[in-house]
């Protein structure tokens, strides 16, 4: 499922089964809109980094954004990770993200042509799916999502260093 909002749920609800058991409809008012990401934001995926940093997925905008959850969900402290001139080439529909759990936390995004698999037909001689890796700090290093950076804009994009990286 995507969504164009975030959401937050205590996780002592989660972890709490026997609620889940009778009382899922009720278990519904303790879900809690934040805020949404605004025209085409519409995210598939995110993934939260031991820094406090979330990554999700930007479908409709060919992008990763980014959010310091220690700073308040307003779109002014949501950021954009690519250059757009860049990462309509590196990323096309961006379906599925995660952040592991490695000393130097990594994200890992998979993007693929899925749209024009749809609507018309793939071409076998170009590259149409993609495993990317990023590094977690040099991706927010000059961006609102990084936690040492103060408030801002959020307006500007940073470029940053995506790498393909393998499949195991």
């Not at 995660?98 to 042509?113: C, F, P």
């Amino acid at each position: 499922m995507a969504s164009f909002k975030e959401f937050i749920v205590s996780t002592d609800l989660l972890l709490t089964e026997s609620l889940w058991e009778n009382k899922s409809q009720d278990i519904s008012q303790y879900f809690f809109s934040i805020g949404d990401r605004g025209y085409n934001g519409q995210s598939s995926t995110s993934g939260i980094a031991r820094n406090g940093v979330m990554f999700y997925t930007q479908v409709h905008r060919d992008n990763i954004g980014c959010w310091d959850t220690a700073k308040p969900y307003t779109r002014s402290n949501l950021g954009k990770l690519l250059d757009p001139n860049v990462s309509s080439t590196l990323i096309q529909f961006p379906n599925d993200l995660k952040v592991d759990d490695g000393e130097n936390q990594s994200v890992w995004i998979m993007s693929n042509r899925l749209p024009i698999y749809l609507y018309s037909q793939l071409d076998y001689s170009e590259i149409n799916f993609r495993i990317l890796k990023g590094d977690v700090n040099m991706m927010i290093n000059n961006t609102i999502c990084n936690p040492v950076n103060a408030y801002g804009d959020g307006s500007k994009s940073a470029i940053v260093s995506i790498e393909e990286g393998q499949c195991y």
